[in-house]
């Protein structure tokens, strides 16, 4: 699918980096076995795409970036964090779909 290439997956060497030049975006902090976290992949796709250009979508793998789960205390999986200009603005938790998300973004745009 191409807009799955609109989310991009982060580490410690470029997060920082990233986040700052983004403008408004969503990070998704994720796990491979976490099923709620899959069943999100889907609909991040979708609105990355929607949102080109307004918003950026990255993922951030806690088993292998544990560092960053730690700094911005996820505990539970998925996790969503929003950051403007380098700041995070807003952290939820759990399943939601397109409409749902839509409304938690739509604040910030």
């Known amino acids: ?4 290439t609109k989310i991009i997956e982060l580490t410690a060497s470029n997060f920082d980096t990233q986040i ?8 998704d902090f994720w ?7 899959r069943s999100m992949n889907p609909v991040l796709s979708k609105l990355a795409e929607q949102l080109e250009g307004t918003v950026k979508f990255f993922k951030v793998n806690v088993d292998e970036e544990y560092e960053l789960a730690a700094r911005y ?7 969503f964090v929003f950051f403007k200009q ?9 399943y939601h779909n ?3 998300l839509m409304t938690l973004i739509k604040p910030y745009i």
């Open 1 to 4: 699918m191409a807009s799955e």
């Open 20 to 27: 700052k030049e983004s403008g408004f975006c969503l990070v």
């Open 31 to 37: 796990a491979e076995w976490c099923g709620p976290c």
């Open 73 to 79: 205390n996820i505990q539970a999986i998925p996790n």
């Open 86 to 94: 380098g700041e995070k603005v807003e952290q939820f938790l759990g």
């Open 98 to 100: 397109a409409e749902q």
